[in-house]
């Protein structure tokens, strides 16, 4: 080592520094082996439910824009002889799903603070309220069926039952989500440490109930 | 890690066995990539053969196919074509052919393959992912070959399914195997998120020491970008599929004009999917004829970063030309002015990397291997393929050719002329890594020529009969006065395109004999520098027995004062190297 001339030194430090700027750790100048990578900024669970969300954008992007399409290209909307949706129910509505995405942020501030009871039964609420949610959009659509809006009504029943229809779904798969991590409390499976599971679930029903904010404004209004 | 270490976690990786868990459903990624690899190839030889059945038909309407008398009616009567089946022949081909062949091989069987070993690390960040992401989309293969044998037979609408011919069964008499091919293509976009979720993360987080992403290779480049893309528009159209199955199963209208709906949209959210698409099936070959070029020519890829960059351009340009598919549809002029302009900028990160890869060649230490050829031929048909592009883009000459064979002309220099041979070359170069033992040269050579022959003469005659006004997708030239003149061209392209046929029988023999009697791969036979040259041949579960440190780029080749004329990432720098 000692004899290495002064050129390469140089040369070797700069590329020490380069290594540095990129968060990545070079072979030790003894020749040694080699350290481990550092652990990287943000972990592989993070990055993954990260590209989830942007897929599942892309998907509603795709269901907003052809009922922007249909909506931007009518005179009148909705149409002549169907019923206009339910503003009132949908709005109390709306808000059970917002305290839902209080109680996960609340669980998930259980787990941090390591209080295993808190986190069980804010998840239960969370998934309590997205059961009550689901059911008042159910009775809603059957007043709106027994109304005459159906899916052949048109695009503005077709674009409706479908771009609820399929939120709803979604809140339904995130509640299985979360009964399945309020399972997983259950045995212990979280601490202080490690809840990256809880923080995933929590993440997916808050994207899940911001989405509904969206849809609510756009469709209902 | 530590030796100890590292050879504890090979132990562990060790511990399984079992002919389920080693060749059905491991968790390895290389082993995934091979599972995508044969299922790619199965399903090529199936879209090869629909395509010679549309090739006899054009070059000898209603005559009976040779040699398939035996099929039953109302697929085959006595051997002759009707033209339901001739419309679900070519739809089923392009279908098979995009999205179960050039996909899957590109991405699945390249990208799981190559992206572990290529960065320098064990596996994937979610081996079970990757597993499901297999058989989910080996289950929506088979789904979309259940099809054929419904009532009604398969698609028909075309392979992009344009409404309302694939939104109600009135138009195309096609019932259930229109849906199932629907759903066949949600499935697979379930699987390809997988995959692309599981890509993305595994190169963001997992790289070797030392990888920084401008040491990446740039197979691995495009591989992340096409990751990327497929994970942004496979969703939006799995939105559409969604819609369109609903107009055919549940009494919506979104597509039907006489319900309301709107025909034209199902065009825009498809090419905002499709067009995305189109690059998602070209940048991995991009990738693979760069490091192909690179080691055979013995020079550094000239213009290393903007190579990238053109890739990021083009993947960014990929999103805002989707209209130019749809001149002919009724658009507004300033609408088709914008989008004949975004679609010709592309041409300049394009010509971009066709200028870099003969920059590449110029001057270097050519040998023309296999892989090599393939990869020469990737770029001289790309040119041809991306040039006949321009043409398109310009809306006066597109209202002229549009729907005519010089689109098909096109999209085969493309799809064939580029990401096939890129995938032919893929195969050869990374055999002796995937299997241990090296492809045969003079059967390689032998399958290269013949393809390039018979690609030619099977593919540019198109351009001729489209300028002539030959419009695609019909069912019998001969019907058409104006087109007598050019039917002789139907007779040599189908000629052309048995003759191609028979060739890929040399690969398939080819393929086969050197899995199992070619001679013994070397760890690195073509002395290349990326990482997947570093692991033993052919690579253990875990790959590398030490994690290897990377100290420089990819390519440096034939760097001036080296003993020998390649340098590998993963060797710890000479003085030579760290000054330069």
């Not at chain 1, 008042?136 to 479908?162: C, D, I, K």
């Not at chain 2, 259930?176 to 390809?192: A, K, N, P, T």
């Not at chain 2, 893929?426 to 393809?451: C, D, Q, S, V």
């Given at each position: 080592?000692?004899?290495?001339?002064?050129?390469?030194?140089?040369a070797h430090d700069l590329a020490i520094e380069e290594e540095r700027l990129h968060l990545r750790v070079v072979e030790p100048?003894?020749?040694?082996?080699p350290h481990p990578p550092a652990a990287p900024p943000v972990?592989n669970?993070?990055v993954?439910?990260?590209?989830?969300?942007?897929?599942?954008?892309?998907?509603?992007?795709?269901?907003?824009?052809?009922?922007?399409?249909?909506?931007?290209?009518?005179?009148?909307?909705?149409?002549?002889?169907?019923?206009?949706?339910?503003?009132?129910?949908?709005?109390?509505?709306?808000?059970?799903?917002?305290?839902?995405?209080?109680?996960?942020?609340?669980?998930?501030?259980?787990?941090?603070?390591?209080?295993?009871?808190?986190?069980?039964?804010?998840?239960?609420?969370?998934?309590?309220?997205?059961?009550?949610?689901?059911?008042?959009?159910?009775?809603?659509?059957?007043?709106?069926?027994?109304?005459?809006?159906?899916?052949?009504?048109?695009?503005?029943?077709?674009?409706?039952?479908?771009?609820?229809?399929?939120?709803?779904?979604?809140?339904?798969?995130?509640?299985?989500?979360?009964?399945?991590?309020?399972?997983?409390?259950?045995?212990?499976?979280?601490?202080?440490?490690?809840?990256?599971?809880?923080?995933?679930?929590?993440?997916?029903?808050?994207?899940?109930?911001?989405?509904?904010?969206?849809?609510?404004?756009?469709?209902?209004? | 890690?530590?030796?100890?270490?590292?050879?504890?976690?090979?132990?562990?990786?060790?511990?399984?066995?079992?002919?389920?868990?080693?060749?059905?459903?491991?968790?390895?990624?290389?082993?995934?990539?091979?599972?995508?690899?044969?299922?790619?190839?199965?399903?090529?030889?199936?879209?090869?053969?629909?395509?010679?059945?549309?090739?006899?038909?054009?070059?000898?309407?209603?005559?009976?196919?040779?040699?398939?008398?035996?099929?039953?009616?109302?697929?085959?009567?006595?051997?002759?074509?009707?033209?339901?089946?001739?419309?679900?022949?070519?739809?089923?081909?392009?279908?098979?052919?995009?999205?179960?062949?050039?996909?899957?091989?590109?991405?699945?069987?390249?990208?799981?393959?190559l992206i572990p070993l290529m960065i320098g690390t064990?596996?994937?960040a979610?081996?079970?992912?990757?597993?499901?992401?297999?058989?989910?989309?080996?289950?929506?293969?088979?789904?979309?070959?259940?099809?054929?044998?419904?009532?009604?037979?398969?698609?028909?609408?075309?392979?992009?399914?344009?409404?309302?011919?694939?939104?109600?069964?009135?138009?195309?008499?096609?019932?259930?195997?229109?849906?199932?091919?629907?759903?066949?293509?949600?499935?697979?976009?379930?699987?390809?998120?997988?995959?692309?979720?599981?890509y993305i993360t595994t190169i963001i987080n997992m790289r070797a020491p030392g990888m920084t992403m401008f040491r990446l290779p740039l197979v691995v480049w495009s591989l992340f970008i096409?990751a990327i893309?497929?994970?942004?528009?496979?969703?939006?159209?799995?939105?559409?599929?969604?819609?369109?199955?609903?107009?055919?199963?549940?009494?919506?209208?979104?597509?039907?004009?006489?319900?309301?709906?709107?025909?034209?949209?199902?065009?825009?959210?498809?090419?905002?999917?499709?067009?995305?698409?189109?690059?998602?099936?070209?940048?991995?070959?991009?990738g693979?004829?760069s490091e192909?070029?690179s080691?055979?020519?013995?020079?550094p890829i000239?213009g290393y970063r903007a190579m990238a960059m053109a890739m990021i351009?083009?993947?960014?340009?990929?999103?805002?030309?989707?209209?130019?598919?749809?001149?002919?549809?009724?658009?507004?002029?300033?609408?088709?002015?914008?989008?004949?302009?975004?679609?010709?900028?592309?041409?300049?990160?394009?010509?971009?990397?066709?200028?870099?890869?003969?920059?590449?060649?110029?001057?270097?230490?050519?040998?023309?291997?296999?892989?090599?050829?393939?990869?020469?031929?990737?770029?001289?048909?790309?040119?041809?393929?991306?040039?006949?592009?321009?043409?398109?883009?310009?809306?006066?000459?597109?209202?002229?050719?549009?729907?005519?064979?010089?689109?098909?002309?096109?999209?085969?220099?493309?799809?064939?002329?580029?990401?096939?041979?890129?995938?032919?070359?893929?195969?050869?170069?990374?055999?002796?890594?995937?299997?241990?033992?090296?492809?045969?040269?003079?059967?390689?050579?032998?399958?290269?020529?013949?393809?390039?022959?018979?690609?030619?003469?099977?593919?540019?005659?198109?351009?001729?009969?489209?300028?002539?006004?030959?419009?695609?997708?019909?069912?019998?030239?001969?019907?058409?006065?104006?087109?007598?003149?050019?039917?002789?061209?139907?007779?040599?392209?189908?000629?052309?395109?048995?003759?191609?046929?028979?060739?890929?029988?040399?690969?398939?023999?080819?393929?086969?004999?050197?899995?199992?009697?070619?001679?013994?791969?070397?760890?690195?036979?073509?002395?290349?520098n990326t990482l997947e040259?570093e692991?033993?041949?052919?690579?253990?579960?875990?790959?590398f027995?030490?994690t290897p440190t990377v100290y420089r780029g990819p390519y440096e080749?034939?760097v001036?004062?080296?003993?020998?004329?390649?340098l590998p990432q993963a060797r710890p720098g000479?003085?030579?190297a760290a000054?330069h």
């Amino acid at each position: 080592m000692m004899a290495r001339s002064a050129n390469t030194a140089v040369a070797h430090d700069l590329a020490i520094e380069e290594e540095r700027l990129h968060l990545r750790v070079v072979e030790p100048q003894d020749g040694g082996p080699p350290h481990p990578p550092a652990a990287p900024p943000v972990s592989n669970t993070r990055v993954a439910i990260a590209m989830f969300l942007v897929a599942e954008s892309m998907f509603f992007a795709g269901l907003v824009g052809a009922y922007l399409v249909f909506r931007v290209g009518s005179v009148v909307w909705p149409p002549a002889g169907l019923p206009a949706l339910p503003l009132t129910v949908t709005w109390i509505n709306t808000v059970f799903l917002f305290f839902s995405g209080v109680a996960v942020v609340s669980g998930l501030r259980g787990i941090r603070r390591g209080d295993q009871r808190a986190l069980r039964r804010r998840l239960l609420l969370t998934a309590a309220l997205g059961a009550v949610f689901v059911s008042v959009q159910g009775w809603e659509w059957a007043g709106l069926v027994h109304h005459g809006l159906t899916l052949s009504s048109g695009p503005y029943g077709g674009t409706f039952y479908l771009l609820i229809g399929t939120h709803a779904a979604h809140v339904l798969g995130a509640m299985g989500w979360v009964l399945w991590v309020t399972a997983a409390a259950q045995r212990g499976r979280y601490s202080v440490e490690n809840h990256d599971g809880v923080e995933m679930c929590a993440v997916y029903w808050i994207y899940v109930c911001a989405l509904w904010g969206l849809l609510f404004g756009l469709v209902y209004h | 890690m530590s030796e100890a270490a590292a050879a504890h976690a090979h132990d562990e990786h060790h511990h399984e066995g079992g002919f389920v868990s080693t060749y059905l459903f491991s968790l390895d990624h290389k082993m995934i990539g091979k599972q995508f690899l044969l299922l790619s190839l199965f399903m090529m030889i199936i879209g090869g053969l629909l395509a010679l059945m549309v090739r006899w038909q054009l070059a000898y309407p209603e005559q009976p196919v040779p040699g398939l008398a035996w099929v039953p009616e109302p697929y085959l009567y006595d051997g002759i074509i009707p033209p339901e089946t001739y419309n679900m022949l070519f739809t089923m081909h392009a279908t098979i052919m995009i999205f179960f062949v050039v996909i899957p091989i590109l991405v699945g069987a390249f990208g799981n393959f190559l992206i572990p070993l290529m960065i320098g690390t064990k596996d994937m960040a979610f081996p079970i992912l990757n597993m499901l992401s297999f058989w989910i989309a080996a289950f929506a293969g088979g789904l979309l070959i259940s099809s054929f044998f419904v009532e009604g037979g398969a698609a028909a609408g075309g392979w992009t399914a344009y409404a309302p011919l694939s939104a109600a069964e009135v138009y195309t008499g096609v019932g259930l195997g229109q849906d199932l091919w629907i759903i066949s293509l949600v499935v697979l976009g379930i699987s390809s998120m997988m995959g692309s979720i599981n890509y993305i993360t595994t190169i963001i987080n997992m790289r070797a020491p030392g990888m920084t992403m401008f040491r990446l290779p740039l197979v691995v480049w495009s591989l992340f970008i096409t990751a990327i893309l497929l994970l942004l528009a496979l969703p939006e159209l799995t939105a559409a599929m969604a819609m369109l199955l609903f107009d055919r199963r549940f009494g919506t209208a979104f597509f039907l004009p006489e319900h309301g709906g709107e025909p034209i949209l199902w065009q825009h959210l498809f090419w905002f999917f499709g067009h995305p698409e189109v690059y998602i099936l070209i940048l991995p070959g991009m990738g693979i004829a760069s490091e192909i070029l690179s080691v055979f020519s013995r020079k550094p890829i000239f213009g290393y970063r903007a190579m990238a960059m053109a890739m990021i351009a083009i993947a960014f340009l990929g999103w805002v030309v989707w209209g130019h598919h749809m001149f002919q549809s009724g658009m507004n002029p300033t609408m088709g002015m914008a989008f004949m302009t975004t679609t010709m900028v592309i041409a300049v990160p394009s010509a971009i990397k066709t200028f870099n890869w003969l920059g590449t060649l110029w001057g270097g230490n050519i040998h023309f291997t296999t892989p090599m050829l393939h990869a020469l031929a990737f770029v001289s048909m790309f040119v041809i393929g991306g040039l006949s592009g321009i043409y398109m883009a310009a809306t006066p000459v597109d209202i002229f050719i549009h729907d005519t064979y010089f689109i098909v002309g096109h999209i085969h220099y493309v799809v064939f002329g580029g990401s096939i041979f890129a995938i032919f070359g893929g195969i050869a170069y990374w055999f002796p890594k995937m299997y241990g033992r090296m492809m045969n040269e003079t059967l390689g050579k032998i399958h290269f020529f013949g393809t390039l022959l018979f690609f030619n003469i099977t593919f540019f005659p198109m351009h001729i009969i489209g300028i002539g006004g030959h419009m695609r997708r019909i069912y019998n030239p001969e019907q058409y006065e104006f087109l007598e003149p050019l039917l002789h061209w139907n007779e040599i392209m189908t000629i052309g395109s048995i003759g191609l046929g028979i060739f890929q029988i040399v690969f398939a023999v080819n393929f086969f004999w050197s899995m199992f009697a070619g001679e013994k791969a070397t760890q690195n036979p073509w002395h290349a520098n990326t990482l997947e040259w570093e692991a033993p041949t052919p690579p253990p579960h875990g790959n590398f027995l030490v994690t290897p440190t990377v100290y420089r780029g990819p390519y440096e080749y034939s760097v001036p004062g080296e003993k020998e004329d390649w340098l590998p990432q993963a060797r710890p720098g000479s003085g030579v190297a760290a000054a330069h």
